[in-house]
């Protein structure tokens, strides 16, 4: 098969490129924002003409941006994913996000919840989502991604941890911490089920199994570094406001990927333990 990869450039794109060439894939096209404007009709054809799996992993992810450029990101992650969408149809892997639900809930979010965005980028994201299920393809929603490349949680944590005798971290929100690179083996695992006609298209959850706080994380971030945790102090999210309201709960569930003969990811911890070791090399 030949892949194509949107927003290659990213911390989810560098690890799908990994996974592949593990895999001894070679016959794959990393296109990161340089490469392709996935806005541009043209250029979307001319680059998926050939492709037989796109994994779209181009977004805008400004979260408190989007709130006073909503027009922008909604013509990244909701028109520009329409464009995919109507050319590349159910050999479309997209990816989402948890902010397209409101995070009351209490119990973790099925597959066919409806969206309940609470911020601009969330529906900017619920956006894409529906042209992509409307033209038979497959969304993939991961949530508290960290990963080697670019800024994430969990990097911030590390670095901190040299520069900051304690750190405070929200104890309100609770999520599922999701390693990137696990997540990009799903991925490409999802896309060759789908490829062979064993996946149906529609909506998964590609996010670990268990959940924590961003206090927890921050304080097994600690733990697997070699570091005192009793470093790491609780605090609420009123503490830090921000133009973007964040979901309190962002846990979701898992229940689609037997249909499509591929693993759910692993407990978060057990994640986290594989990951630290590769965060700390130097970059």
């Not at 996974?19 to 990161?32: F, I, N, R, S, Y």
């Amino acid at each position: 098969m030949r892949w194509l990869i949107t927003g290659a450039g990213g911390m989810l794109g560098h690890d799908l490129q990994r996974v592949l060439a593990e895999q001894g894939v070679t016959d794959v096209v990393a296109a990161g924002r340089a490469d392709l404007d996935i806005t541009s009709p043209a250029q979307v054809r001319d680059a998926v003409a050939e492709a037989d799996i796109v994994i779209n992993a181009a977004a805008w992810t400004d979260v408190d941006g989007a709130e006073s450029q909503e027009a922008e990101a909604t013509a990244i992650n909701g028109e520009a994913v329409r464009l995919l969408a109507s050319t590349v149809g159910n050999r479309l892997i997209h990816i989402s996000t948890d902010y397209v639900f409101d995070g009351r809930a209490r119990t973790p979010y099925p597959e066919d919840t409806p969206h309940a965005p609470i911020n601009a980028y969330g529906r900017s994201k619920a956006t894409g989502e529906k042209a992509v299920l409307t033209a038979g393809g497959y969304v993939v929603r991961t949530a508290w991604l960290y990963g080697e490349h670019g800024n994430n949680f969990v990097r911030t944590m590390l670095n901190l941890a040299q520069s900051r005798p304690h750190v405070e971290v929200v104890d309100d929100q609770e999520g599922p911490p999701t390693w990137s690179y696990a997540l990009a083996e799903q991925l490409v695992a999802l896309s060759r089920s789908a490829a062979a006609g064993r996946a149906v298209p529609g909506v998964y959850h590609g996010t670990s199994t268990g959940s924590t706080t961003w206090f927890g994380l921050a304080r097994a971030v600690f733990e697997e570094a070699g570091l005192d945790p009793a470093r790491v102090r609780p605090t609420t999210s009123a503490r830090f406001p921000r133009p973007a309201s964040r979901p309190a709960y962002s846990v979701l569930s898992h229940t689609r990927w037997p249909e499509a003969d591929v693993a759910p990811l692993p407990h978060w911890r057990t994640q986290l333990a594989e990951a630290i070791p590769r965060l700390l090399k130097p970059r």
